[in-house]
């Protein structure tokens, strides 16, 4: 190995998405744009179901949670890949790197248990509802939004140990917007078998149990909703789990494309489109559906403009 090949890398470049000409600026502004609607629309809902006791409910307080998983999840990248556009060398230094990967897939690993518990309150909601406020107290949604984030931020801690360890030297360029698992393995110059399996599995284990768990709930749901005589009793029934579905479908969606599948060489620039969709289109459209899907939501938010 040459000396320059024998340099400690103490920073990486990120390449993602750096193009020529005029577009930078065209991208700068847009993606600013995305990124202003995610906080102001997030905001907003954490601020209506904080403000207004008709919201107090298991269901919203799981969707303001989500709401701050989704500010958080999408400032890990957004911010960085916005100062990309303004600049020829998009520069991230090594701990700086390590620490968006950590919370980048922090906030994800939090968001897939969010969804699942999401999915379960819509279960007991729909399946047992003479039960359901039990089932769901106010304890006991408590204690749910919180084992969600500590399991969250819990998960990722093997495999970013595990990769912080393997040497770096020579390469330094990431060609992609994010610090991320699989470019972070191919810069390393030792190839770390173990460690490769370990962080595949462990990314593999929490999308495949939380969308799992979500399936089934869901599977329960649609029995029961399909036993519902009336019509629109069955359209009700649908009505009130339909964003969540929507949300889920869209988030595990691409997560899974881009974490589940078999070793290869894969298209980057559809990688890199499926990763800006379910790190920011992902969040942007969550507020929106939630809130144009849900009736009771849409009278909060025409309280809160006339108060």
Known sequence: MSEANQTEVKGFILHGLSIHGG??????????????LTLVGNIMIILLVWSNTSLHKPM???????SFVEICYTTTT??????????KDDYISFIGCFLQYYFFFSFGSTECFLLTVMGYDRYLAICQPLRYHVL????????????CWITGF????????LIAQLPFCGENKIDHFLCDTGPLLELSCLRDFVTEVISSVITSLVL????????ISYIFIIKTTVRIPSSSGRRKAFSTCASHLTVVIMFFGGAMYMYIRPTGKHPLNVDKVVAVLYTTVTPLLNPVIYSLRNKEFMQAVKKAMKS
């Open 23 to 36: 577009a930078p600026a065209l991208l700068f502004t847009l993606f600013l744009l995305v990124y202003f």
């Open 136 to 147: 769901m107290s106010s304890k006991i949604c408590f204690r749910l939004a919180t084992s």
């Open 60 to 66: 919203y307080i799981f969707l303001g949670n989500l």
């Open 154 to 161: 819990f998960w990722t801690l093997v495999p970013i140990n």
């Open 208 to 215: 495949l149990i939380t969308f799992s768990f979500t399936c």
């Open 78 to 87: 957004v911010p960085k890949m916005l100062s990309g556009f303004l600049s």
